[in-house]
Nanobody, 123 residues
Framework: VQLQASGGGLVQAGGSLRLSCAGSGRTFRDYSMGWFRQAPGKEREFVVAVSWSGLTTYYADSVKGRFTISSDNAKNTVYLRMNSLKPEDTAVYYC?????????????????WGQGTQVTVSS
């Protein structure tokens, strides 16, 4: 099972980026897919999750209204559109899959992790 994240980069404050996470090796039906991030010197934190159906999402308060998660089941891929980026969004972003609800993705360890992708927001 593999989760392949991509799309990170360097952007100025106020700019936008889109991350992608492609899953392979199994079906992710009944899994929630999401993103976590880890800034230098800080613990990894939950960012957002989406249900397999794509109908249910759950966002951390820090990104509500700025980030949007979506999914394409045919491609086993989730996307994270990040707008109005701030320097404090700078972190390594990790995609993850967990056989749980979107609300619980931030509370229990996911079953699968992707490799991280660096997002750097300059001021």
């Amino acid at each position: 099972v593999q989760l392949q994240a991509s799309g990170g980069g360097l952007v100025q404050a106020g700019g936008s980026l889109r991350l992608s996470c492609a899953g392979s090796g199994r079906t992710f039906r009944d899994y929630s897919m999401g993103w976590f991030r880890q800034a230098p010197g800080k613990e990894r934190e939950f960012v957002v999750a989406v249900s397999w159906s794509g109908l249910t999402t759950y966002y951390a308060d820090s990104v509500k209204g700025r980030f949007t998660i979506s999914s394409d089941n045919a491609k086993n891929t989730v996307y994270l559109r990040m707008n109005s980026l701030k320097p404090e969004d700078t972190a390594v972003y990790y995609c993850a899959a967990g056989r749980t609800t979107v609300q619980r993705m931030g509370n229990i360890p996911p079953d699968y992790w992707g490799q991280g992708t660096q997002v750097t927001v300059s001021s």
